[in-house]
């Protein structure tokens, strides 16, 4: 049996595991107001708060109901549109979206009224740019942005004196939320974890956020397991080498204050990827094992050098990234061997590091190229390269031959008109829907040269005005 929260009443449900949680929350619990769009995390209609409990408090934060699998939410506090408000009186977030004529058609509005009170439940400090983005995988048809964005900005000012040692107890105090959000940590404490199950699934799933949009009807009709509850979660990191468990998050890193102030520009970089409610759900692993040639993740880890430790049947393993991907969606890992940590090198004072994305959107889309460069200078030399490229081939590309033929050279006009040759003989793009072979190639190049602008500065010019 699953057990979990749903609002006020505690679920205990043999609906398959497999299930969204969308379509149980529509069609098992008879909850209209968390609506169905794409189906594919783009849209937001059908956000929802996920609540886990951590240390005896619950941390709630938002997510796409269409992808996240019925088994990740035992355990849980799942909390829809009807949940917020269990009286006639709008709360403070509903008023102010009332207020600014942020809804047109309502079909998007209960999605929009979730994510912000994701971001009023999140105990950093409110700003109007920060509840923007909490609903930057939210999108609107018909209302316009700018009436959205200025309930943001009312939304915001009125959690200015927001109590953020204790968020919720602040919020039902207020009337954001109502008062049974109180009794939810001792409900969940309630609640016993899933015992292991060693039984034959024929699929694992972790944050779910690509399997349940490319087979969402193999997975219902699959025996499905989830590896969040034995899986590692976490960040550690000793000297300069950065270990993450396999079942961290994309928010978990952007939230790790050691991590974004020793690695200062990984925050910028993981805002591209995806969007809040995804980064809530995918894990690390999920990120690798899915094997896209684009992943922004992947591409990012390449340049970084990062080891990949894997178990099965209790014996562990450690392999470099760029050995895992051995073809187009397949990897160098055995029925049932798990990815548990990734490990990496921290960027030092001198190494540089930079990632770049082309997509249609600048948010919450998937690259047409994207690409990732560590590069060390020492005397003039380039001491250490390292390129990666998604976009371009079958598998995310660590370019062997271009990081070797930068290394020990000086960087110079010569040096990367001879390497963009040999950058172009790596790689092998396909037209498809996001664009022509021959595009990607002028892409990636063009990356190529963004990397160095960013290491060169007012330099760049001088240096490579010939190209």
């Given at each position: 049996m699953i057990r979990f929260i749903l609002n006020q009443k505690l679920v205990n449900t043999d609906c398959n595991p497999g299930m969204s949680l969308l379509d149980f929350i529509r069609?098992?619990?008879?909850?209209?107001?968390?609506?169905?769009?794409?189906?594919?995390?783009?849209?937001?209609?059908?956000?929802?708060?996920?609540?886990?409990?951590?240390?005896?408090?619950?941390?709630?934060?938002?997510?796409?109901?269409?992808?996240?699998p019925l088994i990740n939410a035992h355990g849980k506090h799942v909390v829809t549109i009807e949940g917020v408000n269990l009286s006639n009186t709008l709360t403070p977030v509903q008023q102010a979206m009332a207020d600014h004529a942020a809804t047109q058609c309502g079909f998007c509005t209960p999605g929009f009224v979730m994510s912000f009170t994701a971001f009023c439940m999140n105990p950093t400090e409110p700003t109007t740019e920060r509840a923007i983005e909490a609903v930057a995988g939210n999108i609107?048809?018909?209302?316009?942005?700018?009436?959205?964005?200025?309930?943001?900005?009312?939304?915001?000012?009125?959690?200015s004196n927001k109590n953020?040692?204790?968020?919720?107890?602040?919020?039902?105090?207020?009337?954001?939320?109502?008062?049974?959000?109180?009794?939810?940590?001792?409900?969940?404490?309630n609640i016993d974890v899933f015992e292991v199950d060693n039984g034959n699934h024929t699929?694992?799933?972790?944050?779910?956020?690509?399997?349940?949009?490319?087979?969402?009807?193999?997975?219902?009709?699959?025996k499905v397991k989830s590896t969040l509850n034995e899986l590692p979660r976490g960040i550690t990191i000793k000297d300069c080498t950065c270990t993450i468990g396999g079942?961290?998050?994309?928010?978990?890193?952007?939230?790790?204050?050691?991590?974004?102030?020793?690695?200062?520009?990984?925050?910028?970089?993981?805002?591209?990827?995806?969007?809040?409610?995804?980064?809530?759900?995918a894990t690390i692993a999920g990120n690798i094992v899915n094997a896209s040639p684009i992943g922004d993740l992947c591409v990012m880890l390449l340049a970084l050098n990062a080891q990949v430790t894997s178990v099965i049947d209790g014996k562990s393993r450690q392999q470099p990234l760029n050995e895992l991907f051995a073809g187009y969606k397949q990897l160098n890992l055995k029925p049932g061997e798990v990815i548990q940590y990734i490990t990496f090198e921290l960027p030092k004072t001198a190494t540089l590091f930079s990632f770049e994305k082309v997509s249609k959107r600048k948010y919450l889309d998937i690259a047409s190229v994207n690409s990732a460069m560590l590069i060390e200078i020492e005397n003039g030399k380039i001491k250490k390269c390292r390129l990666s490229a998604g976009g371009v081939a079958p598998i995310?590309?660590?370019?062997?031959?271009?990081s070797n033929h930068l290394t020990g050279n000086e960087l110079n006009a010569d040096t990367v008109t001879q390497v963009a040759a040999i950058m172009q003989e790596e790689i092998s793009p396909i037209s498809d829907i996001r664009g022509a072979?021959?595009?990607?190639r002028l892409l990636l190049r063009q990356l190529f040269l963004a990397h160095l602008q960013k290491f060169l500065g007012d330099r760049f010019d001088q240096v490579f005005k010939k190209l």
């Open positions: 069609y098992e619990a008879n909850l209209p107001g968390t609506k169905i769009g794409c189906r594919e995390g783009d849209c937001g209609a059908c956000t929802v708060l996920i609540g886990e409990l951590v240390n005896g408090k619950v941390n709630y934060h938002s997510v796409t109901s269409c992808l996240y609107c048809r018909c209302t316009g942005y700018k009436s959205i964005e200025r309930a943001a900005s009312d939304i915001a000012r009125l959690m953020v040692a204790d968020p919720i107890g602040w919020l039902v105090g207020k009337g954001y939320l109502p008062e049974y959000f109180l009794e939810i940590p001792q409900k969940l404490q699929q694992l799933i972790a944050g779910g956020t690509d399997l349940m949009v490319q087979r969402p009807d193999a997975i219902y009709d699959q079942a961290t998050r994309v928010t978990d890193l952007l939230a790790s204050a050691e991590l974004t102030s020793r690695f200062p520009q990984l925050k910028e970089y993981l805002m591209l990827v995806s969007s809040e409610p995804i980064r809530n759900m995310p590309l660590y370019l062997h031959r271009t072979a021959e595009y990607k």
